[in-house]
């Protein structure tokens, strides 16, 4: 199923922040866990905010179009080990190539070309929730409280090895 990215919650001082990514045709978000640093990216394309050098993000991009190939899809397509699986199609002479990243690059690439992110049913189903209206409202933002009001999913959360998505190696 595809979705967006539409919100990037901030968790205090902390060095983790939570991405939420809205399902297209529907009211369920999905949170993803990661480093802030991973996550910069992402909060400057919701803010709008563009900038003027290239990033390593727009060197793959570079890349693959100088090599012939496109960006198709991003996908979050399975969770091996407790770790959140990300892949990028490409096509290239009417071939698709399927390369793995990190989710958190998969979501970036997506963002900046403006190709569907699509996550699997089976991921969405355990980790999707239908977020409290106040959730929905807002762009990037910042609250302490925001995790208590998400303590449900406290407990798969703090399963999940990050190592994969952004988090402590």
Known sequence: ??????????????QYCMVLLKESDGSRMLPIWMRVHRAQPIILWLRGK?????????????????LGGELVQAALYQVKEGVLQ????LSRESQEISLMCMASDAIVLAMKKGVPITVAHEIMEMAGFIPEPSLCEGATSQSDGIVERLSAFRDFIEQLDLRGIGGPT
């Open 50 to 66: 563009r900038l003027r050098r290239p990033h390593t993000h727009e060197l793959f991009i570079q890349m693959a179009e100088k």
């Open 86 to 89: 990300g892949r990028l199609v």
């Open 1 to 14: 199923m595809e979705v967006t990215p539409h919100t990037v919650i901030l968790v205090g001082d902390s």
